[in-house]
Every structure is written in structure tokens, then in C-alpha cells.
């Protein structure tokens, strides 16, 4: 049985499943190179597969988002036959699902904004029973104990999961605790920042500068914003706006201490709130999802302020993640089917299209480069000799961060490689940090706690001996947002550190994104004009063994 879920109005997405598990997820500004754009989730579903005649079930991942009017007419349509469409190729789409819907005998669902966001959570997540807490910028949600008739709008939720089913506990109203809204606010009023379309969010770029600030300097102000309004834009939100834009032009360091203390008023708002939930609830396992989990600094201390709790952080934790957690509530809560016991196939975050090697060659079939075949001993080479090389594996990763199939790889001890990169790359400010991708089982030898951390999730101190052996993946303040890679979640990756672990003795890369300020590469032919396009020493698709240079 496959489900179709999919994400209308900002983080465009749908995602297929197959008998319960993703076989794809693709975001829309993959596609079109600029980040976060607006548009129709199914249309682009449709547009991408082609042919959806055997899909059974469709679902919308945000219930009341863009759109939201039409879905109405889709449920009488598919049950009546009778009503008719919207003009146009969105129309058009629906027509399609409704009529696939009627000849495969299936249903049209729709969850609520945090309902799919703390789905994609829990049923990701290997817990058959955990405490689910969604944390973002806000989005409409049923109120417990109406019959999902009457909605609230929301920017924190608390859920049960257990087994097939997840039930709401408290859905907070959005003007009395809204984190990620007053972010997004700051990062473009005070910082001058982006904060969606189409150059993405960049609230990452804020938590880097919190690093080397002052944290007691500013936080109170802030604080008492989030505690007066939320975090909405009240009266002391939009103070803080014009008096800290004007601090923030006196100097680069009273920038960083701005960022500082609202990272630190951040912590200091979110810390007793969840501390309670833990006591209230003394839940073994906890499953975060929404845009403000993005903040690994955070997730990070989440193992101290849960006494050491499990805690699952969700793959794509933003709203592309919805098309998922959608998919995987129908097939779980709607339809009653169990939960997947093959975890590691279940939660897999590489559910990008597989492109095979006449793609490549097609890509490929240009005057401006080089093309050989090479080993990843020779690759491993070349890291050695500092070489910068971007790899093209499989299929994408879904979510912000990527994890080794589309990936910037280079070697972690060359002190100078963070400055290098920056230069010849990404172009990005001094202080942000890149990441460790560490074989799981030296986590405990490199780092203060040992953890799982598959999707680049939390941020931790690094033991202080070794510090030295990496400095181009330790932040300014001793940490590191470590990847922790298994050879059951990505055997070539898993592998190919190993090799680097034994030719060097350190078993760690540095990873960053296969981008420079755009989306993360997809496609052959965006891998090669991103690598023509920028200072990278070699690019490697390591499916086929071959590598590309510059003449």
C-alpha cells in the first residue's frame, strides 16, 4: 500500500510510503535552487512522479495552511463525484488524486500542523512509547478533546506516543510561548539576516555568533520578551528590535553578545518548561520536532535538563518534514497499522531520487573538466594531502544537514581547512563552525557524552585532550554538532571513515553541505555546477568511482 503526504505554502514536500516506509521525499527548492520557496505540494508531487495511479491514500500535512479551502472541496469531491475544481494546474492536481482516490477505493486525509510534526517524531523514532514535544514558529492544531473540529494556533505542543497512535496533551496558545516567531523576527530586524525565501532561514548563523558573545550581557531584555508576549511581535519584541538593531551597528562584538544573550534567554524560557513536563510525565524516551530543534545548541543540553533521558530529535524537524509525518500518520493512526520494527529502514533520512550512470555521464558531457576512474583509497589520498572534494552518493538526504551523500568532505586536523573552505566554498562568515562525522562507536573517546546522533542534532563539548588532533570541526567554545555515522545507516560513508581512520588514526571528517548559499546540490548536473562554480580541489561520485577535476 502506498500513502502520498505532502506540504503546501513554505518548505514545499511530499514524501511517498511503501507499506510504511519512505522510499522518497523530495523539497521543492532542491529543484529550483532558492530556499523556501511557497507553492503546491501535491502539484509538485505529481509534477515529480509522474504517475501516482497507485497510490491509495493522500494526505496533507498542515491542515489549516495554504490552500486549505480547496482540500474541503476534495473530500466532497472523492465522496460525492459531483463538485468540480479550481481553475488551473492545481485544479488539475486535484482532480487527479481525487480520481485516483475513487478507482483505488482510498481516502483523502489531513492532520493538523503539529499533529504531522510530532508524528514524523515518534513513529522515526525506535520508542514504543515516548513523550513528544513540538517546538517552532507556529501553525494551527486541533484542541484536545473537540472531535478535531475547533483549532488553535500553536508554536509548542506536548504529545503521548504509544504503539500505533499519538495523543495530544497540552497545545499551548501561540501568544503565550512562541520561540521560533521571535527569532525569525530578530534574525532580520536586529541581525539584518534572512528568514525565508529565497535564502532561507539563516537563524544557524545567529546561534554561530552566540558562540563567542557575552550571554549575561543582553539576555534579560530578551527573556522578558518571551515571557510578556510569547514571543509574538508584542510591545517588548519590537522594542528589542529597534534598540538592539542600533547596539548591534556599534561593533562586531556587541553583535555576538546580542546573539548571545538571546540564545542564553532562549534556554533560560525553555529549560523549566520542559523540566516540568519530565517530572510531570517521567517519560523514559522524548521525541522533539519543529524548526526550533534545529537549534543544536539546545538539543545538546537537552541530556542534562531530562536527567539523561533517551531523546530522539526528528530528521526534518521543520515543515518539509510534514509530507512525512502526514504519510506516516495515516498508515499508523489512521489505518491502524503497526509500527515498523526494521528501525534503522524506517528512519533512513537518504530518501532523495537514485540517479544512476548515464545521469552522471549525461551531467558530465562538457569541455571544461576532467573525468577518471579512482578508488576511495585515492580519495583518501587526496583528503590527506588537504584537498577539498565534494561527494555525490545515492540518493539525497532529506532535511537541512547533509550527512554524506551530498557532502563537502575534507580533513579535520589541518587547522587551517575551516578558513580554507570558507575562502574557496561556502563563503561564509569566520566564525561558523563545520561539522565532525564520527564512527559511532569512537563517540565516547571524542566527546563528553555518548551519544547517537545521526542527523547532525546536538551540539557537544569535545574531550579536552583531543581538541588539538581536530581543530578545523571544533567550534570557538570546544564543541563540535557531531554526525554519527553506522554501517547500518550509510555503508559507503560508514566505511570510507573507517579507511581514513586507519591510514590517519582519527576517525573523523569534516562535513558540510554540497552548496555555496544556495540549496544542497541534488542532481548530477547541480553537483557539477556547483563544483565548476566555486574553489572545491575535486568532485567524486563514489557510486561509480569516478572523479572530476578542473582543466
Avoid at 18 to 46: F, V
Avoid at 420 to 426: D, G, P, R
Wanted: hydrophobic content about 35%.
Amino acid at each position: 500500500m502506498k500513502i502520498l503526504g505532502f506540504q503546501n505554502g513554505h518548505d514545499v514536500s511530499y514524501c511517498v510510503l511503501e507499506n510504511g516506509i519512505p522510499i522518497i521525499h523530495e523539497e521543492l527548492e532542491r529543484h529550483i535552487r532558492l530556499k523556501e520557496p511557497k507553492g503546491n505540494g501535491l502539484r509538485y508531487a505529481i509534477e515529480q512522479l509522474k504517475d501516482v495511479s497507485d497510490i491509495r491514500h493522500f494526505i496533507m500535512g498542515n491542515k489549516s495552511g495554504w490552500n486549505s479551502k480547496s482540500s474541503d472541496s476534495i473530500k466532497d469531491y472523492y465522496k460525492s463525484t459531483k463538485l468540480g475544481f479550481e481553475e488551473g494546474a492545481n485544479g488539475k492536481s486535484e482532480k487527479i488524486m481525487s480520481d485516483t482516490i475513487l478507482k483505488n477505493k482510498g481516502g483523502y486525509h489531513e492532520t493538523g500542523h503539529h499533529q504531522a510534526h510530532a508524528a514524523n517524531a515518534f513513529y522515526t523514532s525506535p520508542y514504543e512509547e515516548a513523550l513528544i514535544l513540538v517546538i517552532d514558529g507556529g501553525g494551527y492544531e486541533f484542541i484536545p478533546n473537540t472531535n478535531e473540529q475547533q483549532m488553535i494556533d500553536t508554536a509548542f505542543t506536548v504529545w503521548k506516543g504509544k504503539g500505533n497512535k499519538i495523543t495530544p496533551i497540552e497545545v499551548k496558545p501561540n501568544d503565550t510561548l512562541n520561540i521560533g516567531s521571535a527569532w525569525s523576527m530578530y534574525t532580520k530586524k536586529i541581525f539584518g539576516l534572512s528568514a525565508g525565501y529565497p535564502k532561507g532561514h539563516q537563524a544557524g548563523t545567529v546561534m554561530a555568533m552566540a558562540c563567542v558573545g557575552d550571554k549575561n550581557k543582553y539576555w534579560e531584555d530578551f527573556y522578558e520578551a518571551f515571557m510578556q508576549g510569547g514571543g509574538k511581535q508584542g510591545k517588548k519584541l519590537l522594542e528589542n528590535c529597534n534598540k538592539y538593531k542600533e547596539i548591534a551597528t556599534k561593533s562586531e562584538q556587541d553583535t555576538f553578545d546580542i546573539a548571545a544573550g538571546l540564545q542564553y534567554a532562549t534556554e533560560r524560557v525553555l529549560q523549566p518548561i520542559i523540566s516540568n513536563y519530565i517530572k510531570t510525565h517521567n517519560p523514559i524516551n522524548i521525541c522533539f520536532s519543529g524548526g526550533v530543534v534545529l537549534n543544536s545548541v539546545i538539543m545538546g543540553k537537552m541530556f542534562d535538563w531530562t536527567n539523561n533521558k533517551n531523546i530522539f530529535v526528528d530528521p526534518v524537524p521543520y515543515d518539509a518534514g510534514l509530507a512525512i509525518g502526514a504519510a506516516r500518520y495515516a498508515y499508523h493512526h489512521i489505518l491502524e497499522n503497526p509500527r515498523i520494527k526494521a528501525h534503522t529502514k524506517n528512519s533512513s533520512p537518504y530518501l532523495g531520487v537514485l540517479y544512476d550512470k548515464d545521469n552522471i555521464r549525461k551531467a558530465l558531457d562538457r569541455d571544461d573538466c576532467i573525468i577518471q576512474q579512482a578508488s576511495d583509497e585515492e580519495i583518501l589520498d587526496l583528503l590527506s594531502q588537504q584537498n577539498i572534494i565534494s561527494v555525490f552518493h545515492g540518493g539525497a538526504e532529506s532535511g537541512r544537514r547533509a550527512l554524506g551523500n551530498r557532502s563537502i568532505l575534507a580533513d579535520p586536523r589541518d587547522s587551517n581547512m575551516k578558513s580554507l573552505i570558507n575562502k574557496k566554498v561556502k563563503h561564509r562568515q569566520w566564525y561558523r563552525p563545520f561539522a565532525p562525522s564520527i564512527l559511532r562507536e569512537d563517540v565516547d573517546k571524542w566527546f563528553i557524552r555518548d551519544i547517537d546522533s545521526p542527523y547532525m542534532s546536538f551540539v557537544l563539548p569535545f574531550k579536552e585532550e583531543v581538541k588539538d588532533k581536530i581543530p578545523a570541526v571544533v567550534h570557538l567554545d570546544g564543541t563540535g554538532r557531531l554526525q554519527t555515522v553506522t554501517k547500518e545507516s550509510n555503508n559507503w560513508y560508514y566505511n570510507f571513515i573507517k579507511k581514513w581512520k586507519n591510514k590517519t588514526g582519527v576517525p573523523i571528517l569534516l562535513n558540510t553541505s554540497f552548496n555555496d548559499r544556495e540549496p544542497i546540490v541534488e542532481t548530477p548536473e547541480h553537483a557539477i555546477n556547483c563544483f565548476m562554480g566555486t574553489d572545491i580541489d575535486y568532485l567524486y561520485f563514489s557510486d561509480y568511482n569516478i572523479l572530476v577535476s578542473k582543466k
